[in-house]
């Protein structure tokens, strides 16, 4: 990593009528366009008539203010940015969690740096298999009884520090993992941080899709997280289930991660 | 095996289910003998509590002996007699190493739906929803309990199954309400709620020096036992108000510690009682805070309010103003009952602590559903019905 990045929950300024955040030509392109739709809906009137002015008084507030709350939110974050320069990508989406694990920290870096030890935390893959020092292939069950895979480069940042994954995939969403480990203080042990990003395709569409999915990714990082956790600090996974399902009964994993980590756009094993 | 389960919202049933097995080596099957209704089961009942899903087994509070254990258990073996504390720790986070037990990191197996309504991952409980874990309850004949050497305890021979089930939530909950208020010899302690709960909260104050105990509640026969078993004043707030009459009895300046035994689903007979009754109603809200409302305001300045009565989301009208300007201390929690199961076992034996008379109406599993509605109605006397599966 080039330079220390932001965090990532710093967002933009949050915009206001000293500091909006809607350029002059915007400003004005809703203004008209509001005006127009007032003067459309007043002179047809009926409840067409009234959403047409009501949605035009909208426009044209936006506009005559410079503030647009649906494109701020559509505004990548410093981390984001920050990700896209880093990584050469158009876009970036990105989310983050982290936890602190109580074992030493060449300990828990050494459980991070096994594909095979996630693997078998995440209950949507299959299977994780080490190719070679540098890389690792993944297996997933998909939608319609399809199975996919990808593959993993794994890059040391820095020993017992920092680790890095990128999708071997070239196109868009790639993903690119970041997992950072220091000491915690008063000896609790290892905090770890983990990012994991994506990059949409370009345009404010394609981001807003990125964000919707990351919700889903930020809950299974989460689970997964605190699985590694429960893993490294009791030596299993709690579950709730009543009895073993046959076929992972030895590894008691646990259930109810309930949504998919979107680690990588999968393509198709051959 | 036959358990009582979760239909959806007051509606019960005993089922066929499966048994349940050993799944990670800190496991154990225990057979259970006595399970016991719980105040807190009735806002799973009605709904209040989210993530209960149909089929679910409840129950909480029980007592059994260990018919399996995994390998990696070294505190018990096949036929020990037993109770679990509900609220259940790992023993191995920094949590449960401060002996913070319900604080526990790595015992919820679903820790996103704590972390999106509170802000962070909380523990798992037995039998008490998908957002704790979504353990299978103890009104089963057979219930897995994980982490069984943190969260176990024998039973010692001179303490009979009437009297250890309680060790099991009652009785830790009322004495970590009484411990965390921070009761110093001669105090004045006032105990909303006389369910088993209270009535062990206003034991545990005189245990821990309480000089004066004042219980609150409606129903007579519990303030009855209020009186009679826990030597307490009592305050009916349905003929009292109890504002003026604590600082009545304490010569104006209010209880030095106060207690909620009572929680999101307080009763009352003020204002503010109908209007958290009516946005509940519209589903705008989920608490009922008027128990909480009257620990604050009566509580003398500087002095402790102790939360043990189950909060689940967002209560409305908090006076904050009454705690930052009368420098009050609110401690919570769900109870850590791994750091007082050996101590209140102590106090039954040498006969300081009566849990026994909590066991009103013991009957059989397959009557589970006709117990849980008397609990509820309160009907014929009932303080906590107990189920032998």
């Known amino acids: 990593m080039p330079s220390k990045p932001p965090l990532t929950a710093v967002r933009s300024v949050t915009p206001s009528r000293n500091h909006p955040n809607l350029g002059p030509a915007q400003r004005v392109f809703s203004i008209s366009g509001g005006l127009a739709l007032i003067f459309n809906g007043l002179k047809h009137k009926g409840p067409l008539g009234i959403a047409q002015t009501a949605l035009g008084i909208a426009a044209a507030w936006r506009g005559y203010t410079g503030v647009c709350k649906l494109t701020h939110q559509l505004d990548q974050t410093a981390y984001e940015h920050f990700m896209r320069k880093d990584a ?13 694990i109580n074992r030493p920290r060449e300990e828990v870096f050494a459980f991070f740096l096994t594909p095979e030890n996630l693997a078998r935390l995440m209950p949507w893959v299959q299977s994780a298999q080490t190719l070679d020092e540098h890389s690792s292939r993944w297996t997933a069950s998909g939608p319609l009884n399809k199975q996919l895979g990808w593959t993993l480069k794994h890059n040391i940042i820095q020993q017992d520090q920092a680790l890095q994954w990128d999708t071997a995939y070239q196109g868009p969403w790639k993903h690119r993992i970041e997992a950072t480990f220091s000491d915690a203080p008063q000896g609790r042990g290892t905090e770890v941080k983990v990012v994991l990003a994506v990059q949409p395709y370009p345009g404010s569409a394609a981001y807003a899709l990125a964000s919707a999915i990351a919700q ?38 646990a259930t109810e991660t309930g949504a998919f980590l979107t680690i990588d756009q999968p393509q198709e094993d051959s | 095996m036959r358990a009582l389960t979760w239909q959806g919202p007051n509606h019960l049933q005993v089922d066929t289910v499966d048994d349940p097995s050993i799944l990670n080596p800190r496991d154990v099957v225990i057979r259970v003998t006595l399970s016991s209704v719980c105040g807190s089961d009735l806002h799973l009942l009605g709904g209040y509590v989210p993530s209960m899903q149909a089929g679910d087994i409840i129950g909480h509070e029980f007592l059994g002996e260990v018919v399996e254990t995994g390998s990696a258990v070294t505190g018990f073996r096949k036929g020990d007699r037993v109770i679990t504390i509900s609220i259940i720790g790992c023993g191995e986070c920094e949590h449960c190493k ?15 739906a704590t972390d999106l309504a509170y802000g962070q991952p909380c523990c798992g409980i037995i039998g008490y929803s998908h957002a704790f874990g979504g353990y299978a309850g103890s009104h089963a004949t057979y219930i897995r309990v994980p982490f069984a050497d943190v969260n176990l305890f024998k039973v010692p021979e001179g303490v009979t199954d009437e009297q250890a089930v309680f060790v099991s939530d009652a009785a830790p909950t009322g004495y970590f309400g009484a411990d965390q208020a921070d009761i110093q010899p ?30 609150i509640d409606r129903i007579p026969e519990r303030l009855r036992l209020a009186r009679q078993k826990g030597r307490a004043e009592v305050i009916n707030y349905e003929t009292t108000n109890v504002h003026e009459a604590l600082l009545e009895m304490t010569g104006g300046r209010g209880p030095d510690r106060c207690i909620d035994c009572v929680g999101m689903e307080a009763h009352g007979t003020e204002a503010d009682y109908f209007y958290d009754k009516t946005k509940q109603m519209l589903r705008l809200h989920t608490e009922r805070g008027t128990v909480l409302r009257q620990a604050i305001r009566a509580c003398r300045k500087g002095g402790t309010v102790s939360i043990v009565g189950v909060y689940g989301g967002l209560l409305d009208k908090f006076p904050m103003g009454a705690i930052v300007n009368k420098a009050l201390t609110l401690r919570s929690g769900q109870q850590p009952g791994q750091r007082y199961a050996k101590c209140l076992f102590d106090h039954i034996e040498k006969g300081q602590l009566d849990t026994a008379y909590l066991l009103t109406h013991p009957m059989n599993l397959e009557d589970a559903v006709q117990g849980y509605a008397m609990f509820k109605e309160k009907s014929d006397h009932c303080l906590r019905s107990v189920f032998k599966p």
């Open chain 2, 186 to 215: 001669g105090d004045t302690v006032a105990v909303w709620g006389c369910g088993a709960v209270g009535l062990m909260a206003v034991s545990s104050a005189w245990l821990l020096g309480a000089g004066r105990v004042i219980a």
């Open chain 1, 216 to 253: 889903f990714s930020d809950r299974a990082l989460l689970n997964l997280l605190r699985q590694v956790k429960q893993q490294l600090e009791t030596g299993e996974v709690a579950t709730n289930q009543m009895r073993a399902p046959q076929s992972d009964a030895a590894q008691g994993t």
């Open chain 1, 88 to 100: 050469g990508w158009s876009s970036s989406k990105a989310v983050s969690r982290s936890v602190t």
């Open chain 2, 98 to 112: 401060r002996s913070d037990f319900s604080c526990c990191d790595n015992s919820n197996p679903n820790p996103s």
